[in-house]
């Protein structure tokens, strides 16, 4: 995964953080076929603890490196963000959005977020 080789090059000067909001599929909503074939179907968390296991479900199966933030049941995170579509943001030391990738899951460019990070590194 290209975002680990990021945070591993970057994780020295950078916090990187993936952030769980609210479930995109759950299992009564909208499906990917991926999903379904690979048996990944997870009721909508109605509790930070439920959020909470199906968010390190996620970070296991996607075998992602950095560490995982949760936002809470009441999806403040999302709601300031903006999460869905949008997946990748940069935030810089002042809280200002440096990068913002497009509607996800493959919306982003990783030569265009790398040259934003390296600008905000310095």
Avoid: S
């Amino acid at each position: 995964m290209r975002l680990n080789e990021l945070h591993a090059k970057y994780k020295d000067r950078v916090q990187f953080y993936l952030v769980y909001i609210r479930e995109a599929h759950p299992k009564r909503g909208w499906q990917v076929p991926n999903n379904l074939i690979e048996d990944i179907l997870y009721d909508e968390p109605t509790t930070d603890d439920e959020r909470t296991e199906v968010a390190a479900a996620c970070q296991i199966g996607l075998d992602v490196h950095m560490p995982m933030l949760i936002d809470g049941i009441d999806n403040d995170i999302d709601e300031k963000y903006v999460g869905l579509p949008m997946r990748l943001f940069l935030v810089d030391e002042d809280g200002k959005i440096a990068y913002a990738g497009d509607k996800g899951p493959f919306g982003w460019d990783d030569e265009a977020f790398e040259a934003a990070l390296r600008e905000v590194i310095g």
